[in-house]
């Protein structure tokens, strides 16, 4: 597995950790809109504790389908959040890191620039990773949500600037571990493209919103090397799973939650007629209004119909009734792939011998 290395910055040189500390792992998550941060230490077989979560929307990607760069603006946005990020690392003590980047950083030409500005600031060194990888992690991140009663299922990663999608083949599969990964997909359109692509205007219109679906539909309706499921789909023996912020919001809404609780969002069940149904409750507001929303806020009222658009896209052209919402994705699979991989690492060092406080921290 490629890593990062872990920054200089995300260690702290002579202090050991003290006897019997569980060991602190780390996933950082640069995205188009959102910049994540994840802290565990390693509980049970194949799962963790989290010690620490950061989160700040950011909107890397903001102007980039248009000029094809990463802006002024935007980037000191993204690095101040980074900057965050190395100081909790460094204060948790981090053994291992992975940190990347996705589609804001694959699309701009000064992606990569930016990246190396990063680890000169802040030493973090951040992994451009491709959109397959991308959706093998948002998958291995879900596992434990898979009802693995089901034929088959899909996963949803809608990220700010792309959305993958992984078809997995659940009959006949093991019952535990990573199921077998009939086909995936990722499409250059995400809540920041797709919503600076179709502006919304003073109001939100159904003819608007099905503009979006129709884009979104028309990215995905091409691809076939997942048609060997339709069977499955058809026959309702599929559920979807749907990762990212939009979703969420879309639960909470749902839920009538009086504030965000993750606790009560992730792994719950909606079927299509409630992603619907909240959907319709978004419309009919105006931005400020859904700003207002608890579950909302004004850094994604202007995301979240757009997020909703891309839901619909998928379920008409691949219906589930049942939809697993799920608050967790890349970071978590990073995590888990991370721990899953220590022991081996931890022998190879042992045979070569002692490093360097930074070196031992990658």
């Not at 040189?13 to 602190?24: M, N, Q, T």
Request: overall charge positive; charged content about 25%; aromatic content about 4%.
């Amino acid at each position: 597995m490629t890593e990062a290395p872990s920054a200089p910055a995300a260690t702290e040189r002579g202090r050991e950790r003290p006897v019997g500390e569980p060991p602190c792992y780390g996933a950082l998550d640069l995205g188009t809109n959102n910049c994540r941060l994840l802290i565990a230490t390693p509980q049970g077989p194949g799962g963790f504790r989290v010690v620490e979560a950061y989160s700040r929307i950011v909107r890397l990607g903001e102007g980039l389908t248009a000029s094809g760069r990463l802006s002024e603006d935007a980037m000191e946005r993204a690095m101040g959040a980074l900057k965050v990020s190395a100081e909790k690392l460094r204060r948790r003590r981090v053994l291992r890191l992975r940190a990347i980047a996705t589609q804001a950083c694959r699309m701009a030409e000064n992606g990569q620039a930016f990246l190396d500005r990063v680890f000169a600031e802040t030493g973090l060194r951040l992994q451009i990773i491709p959109p397959q990888e991308e959706a093998r992690l948002s998958v291995a991140g879900c596992l434990n949500l898979i009802d693995r009663s089901s034929d088959a299922a899909l996963v949803v990663d809608v990220g700010g600037g792309s959305t993958e999608l992984s078809w997995v083949e659940l009959k006949g599969a093991p019952p535990t571990g990573m199921p077998p990964l009939k086909a995936w997909l990722s499409i250059p359109i995400g809540v920041v493209t797709l919503a600076e692509r179709f502006p919304e205007g003073e109001t939100a219109t159904q003819a608007w919103f099905r503009t979006m679906v129709e884009t979104v539909k028309a990215e995905i309706a091409a691809f076939r090397r997942a048609d060997g499921l339709r069977e499955v789909f058809d026959a309702d023996r599929a559920h979807l799973i749907g990762t990212s912020g939009a979703i969420t919001s879309l639960a909470g809404l749902h839920l009538n939650l009086a504030r965000y609780d993750r606790n009560q969002v992730d792994g719950i069940w909606m079927s299509r007629a409630d992603c619907d149904a909240a959907a319709g409750r978004l419309l009919v507001l105006n931005n400020q209004e859904r700003a207002q929303q608890p579950c909302i806020g004004p850094d994604r009222a202007d995301l979240v119909l757009a997020g909703a658009a891309i839901l619909q896209a998928v379920q008409e052209l691949w219906p589930c009734n049942r939809v697993r919402v799920a608050d967790r994705g890349l970071r978590e699979g990073i995590l888990l792939s991370l721990m899953a991989d220590r022991g081996g690492r931890h022998r190879r060092r042992r045979r070569r011998g002692p490093r360097s406080a930074a070196g031992a921290a990658q």
